[in-house]
Each structure stands twice: as structure tokens, then as C-alpha cells.
């Protein structure tokens, strides 16, 4: 056995995790929005995170734009993008039985966004870089870095959004009824389109979101997307899908094994063992680490 | 019966899937207020003729007709708004809400989107099939026969003139079998609606239902009141076999 380490870097270790986690977890709310009503597994989440960075990126290299306050323009845009992203990709493929050419109309798109942005941007890493970029504040009495903690931050106001309008409004509930049963909700009058082209509304907004959160963090480049989408995946299963907290909670967790299997194994298993427990989980317990599974009529 | 006082009208219906015909040249017609029930053996084709009514299946020949309008291949979210509401045999309520938001879906949704007087015909609704004390429990939580009243309660509160019915007492006891009753006559007198209402428990229909229509193998064989029906020999050969020669 390992011998535990100190309390400050357990700590540490913790926070760096549960902050670089939530991202995962806001691209976990999107997909999880998306399979919802539609049941498609949306591939090019990750890819549309990557492309928001780099608009993100252009708005302040270009515009002078910070990226933080970007938000006010990447979210709205996101929510019109993921609106007729829908309505002219998906509608015709959403209305056959077969979500197969759904799955591979993602797979597709997500290839040509990763290929647009090398076009257009060059292939190599590309970053933004601002005046507090390097700086960090103190938190639970650890130094942690500024920008993890706004992508936190970001990660945590998006989800809670996304619960308020699940929750409280009527256009959410009838998303939220249409992702139970489609076709029930269908009978009660809830056009499947509407309730399709608001979660693609939503997820790609959600998308833009974690683009400004990595934007300010890492370093990306135009093929990061796929790892995203795949970590999304990962913290989907973990969280329960259809259940929009567990995504966030289910991506927070993902970052945490990953922070402690970097620390206490090595950075070369990160990846196999985050891909090993969301087999575990889906082997063990598929409806997610945090539902209870109730029966159905 | 005046055929511009017809509610619902099919005409002609057939439904193949492939080589099997499911539904064949069924006529039925529905008037305002009657309250039809709907029988059949197993695999009769009285489902599927739910699903043509409701748009979920396109006949494969003839019409569906209501108030006089040629509803055939409409968008099965607009089905509601006309007025034509359902509920399922295998129950069908939205298990993460409560009874409360279920029928407010219905009632906001399913009633063509109006807010307005939404909460009103909701609670209304609740009201109707005795469940206003369970209104903010989750239906998940809500028994069997519970969930049956709450679907008849959401299809209600999105103001539809013709209900269906799919089998509303299966898996009840007697005495939730009793309420039911009630609640499906209170709705036809109260609400004024039309019900057709498919049903295994055959004694019930013939107990409630002034007219009864009877499907077997996707065609329609009798279509009369209680009496007739029973007395009609198709019928009992459907039920009970060909009588030994």
C-alpha cells in the first residue's frame, strides 16, 4: 500500500481534480440534455467545446474581448447555433426510428468541425493567454489557480441553470416529459421537434460555456474535442443518464480518480483507469452512481 | 344519428404490417357523448386502431375523420390540440414529476399551449379523479391504480371531446375497479366527453357501456348495444370457438 500523503496535498490534489472535473461534467449536462429527448449519444460535443475556445480565443486576440465576459456572447450563440444545428442537420434523421444515422450525422460533424478549425486555425496548440492567466487565489487554504476556479464557477452556474429551467418553467417540464416518453408527451401535444431543437439549443449553449472554461485554462488545439466527448461520456455513465446533476457530479468525480490516480499511480494510467470504471459502472450499476433505481408500472 | 353530429368517423380503415393485415375495412363511428366500449380477443387490432386514431400509425387505406375533418397523417402532437386524448395500457405518467406537473402538461401542452387558466383546469382535473391530496407527490411514488386515474386526470386536462380509453382496470382490484367506474362516468356526464374505452374485463363494458363494438382478427363483427352483442353468434364464436358441428 501507498502511504497516505499530507492532508494540504490531499487537498490539493482534491480541489485540482474536483475544478478540472466540473468541465467534464458541463459537457456531461449537454449530452445528457441531448440524449434525453432524443436518445443520440452527441459525439461532436467535445469538438463544439474546442470550436467555442477558438472563438473565444479569436474575440480576444481580435476583438480585445475578455474571455470571461465573452460568455455574453459565446452562450447566446451557442443557444441559435444548437438551435439550427437541429433543424438542419438532425430534424429529417430525428423522425426515423433508427437513431444510427442520428449517431453517425454526430461523427460526421464532428470530424468537419475539427477540420474547419485546422483549416482555419492552423493545427498546432493554441491558448489564451491573460493578464491572470498565472495568477491564483487561496481556497479551503489552497492555492489554486484563477481560472480553474472560474471554470468552476461557470460549471456549477450553468448546470444550476440548466435544473431551474428543468424544473421550474413549463417549457422545461415538457422537455423533461419528453425525455421520459416521447411518445406519451408526443400524445399530450409536445411537438418532439420543439422539445429536440431546445436540448440541442441548450447543450451546444452548455458547450460554449466549457469553451471559455478551457480557453482559459489549457492549451488546446483542434482534435482536443474527441477526449472531451469521451470524458463527457465517461462522467454521463457515472452520474446516471438523464440525470442532469448527476452529469456534473458524475464529471467532478471523474476529475477527482483522475487527480489520484496521477498522483498515486501515474499519469500514464489516467486515461485506462477513467475508461475502466465507466465499463465498471455501466457492467455494474448502468443507471449511474447516484440514482436509486425505482420501478416502473 | 345526423352524420354532421358525428364526432369521430373511420372509414374504410386498414393497417397491414407487411403481409399482415391488422386492421381490415373498419368502419366505426363515434357520436358527442356516447361512451363505447371497445372489445376484442387478444390480438383483435384494438390497439392498433388506438394508434390509427392517434396518428402514431398511418392506415395503410382509408380515413380518419373528426368533427368532419380528415385527420389521417397528421403530426401526432397536434392530435390533442383537436381534442382527442389517451391513456395507455401499460401506464404511461411521467414517473419524475409530480401528480400535479403531469396534468399541468396536459393541460397547458396537450390543451395547445395556453397558460392562462392552465392551474385552474389542472387542479380540476385532480379534482375529478380524487387525487387533489396527492397532487405534490411524485408519481413515482403513487400506486398502480393511481397512476391509472392520474393518466385519466392528465388526458382530461387538456379539454379533449373524445377520450380513449386502453384498458384502464388491468391490474386493479374490485374496488379500485368500482372507482374507476365511477370516475369514467363522471367524466362523460360531468365533462360531456366521448369515450371509447377498450377492455379485457368484458363484464364491466356490457355493465357501463350503452354500445359496445366488437374486433376480431382486425375486423369488425358486431356493433350494437350490450344485449345484441352477447346474443350475436360471431361474437361468442370468437370468444368460446366454433361450437362443435
Known sequence: MFNLPPPDILLQLSLNGALGGAMYGVAAVGLSLIFGTMRLIFLAQGAMIILAAYFVRTLFYGLGIDPFLSLLIVVPVGLGVGWLMYQGLFRKAAAEEDRNVSLLIAVGLMFLVQNLMTVIWGGNTAGVVTSYTASGIELLGVRTSFTRSMGFLIALAGTGLVMLFLRKTMVGKAVRAASEDMDAATLMGISPHRVNAIAFAIGISLAGAAGVAVATTFPFNPFAGFIFSLKALVALALGGIGNVTGALAGGILLGLIEAYVQYFISGGWTNAIAYGVFLLVLMFKPEGLFTRPYKKA | ?245
Open chain 2, 1 to 245: 344519428m345526423q352524420p354532421d353530429e358525428t364526432l369521430l368517423r373511420l372509414e374504410a380503415v386498414q393497417k397491414r404490417f407487411g403481409g399482415l393485415v391488422v386492421l381490415n375495412n373498419v368502419d366505426i363511428a363515434v357520436g358527442p357523448n356516447e361512451l363505447i366500449g371497445l372489445i376484442g380477443p387478444n390480438g383483435a387490432g384494438k390497439s392498433t386502431l388506438f394508434n390509427v386514431i392517434t396518428a402514431i400509425y398511418a392506415p395503410t387505406q382509408g380515413r380518419v375523420l373528426f368533427r368532419g375533418k380528415d385527420i389521417t397523417g397528421v403530426a401526432p402532437h397536434r392530435i390533442s390540440r383537436l381534442g382527442i386524448a389517451r391513456t395507455f395500457q401499460l401506464v404511461r405518467t411521467f414517473l419524475t414529476m409530480t401528480a400535479f406537473e403531469n396534468v399541468m402538461v396536459g393541460a397547458v401542452y396537450g390543451a395547445g399551449g395556453r397558460v392562462k387558466y392552465a392551474t385552474e383546469t389542472a387542479n380540476a382535473a385532480l379534482e375529478l379523479v380524487g387525487l387533489t391530496a396527492q397532487g405534490d407527490m411524485r408519481t413515482a411514488h403513487m400506486t398502480l391504480s393511481d397512476r391509472r386515474m392520474l393518466e385519466i386526470a392528465r388526458a382530461v386536462a387538456s379539454d379533449p371531446a373524445l377520450l380513449l380509453l386502453d384498458e384502464p382496470m388491468a391490474g386493479l382490484n374490485p374496488t379500485e375497479i368500482q372507482r374507476m367506474v365511477d370516475v369514467i362516468r363522471r367524466v362523460r356526464t360531468e365533462r360531456g366527453l366521448s369515450i371509447l374505452w377498450v377492455e379485457h374485463k368484458v363484464d364491466a363494458i356490457m355493465k357501463v357501456c350503452s354500445r359496445v363494438i366488437v374486433l376480431d382478427h382486425g375486423e369488425k363483427i358486431a356493433d350494437g348495444t350490450p344485449r345484441e352483442v352477447t346474443q350475436n353468434r360471431k361474437v361468442i364464436e370468437a370468444y368460446l370457438g366454433e361450437p362443435a358441428a
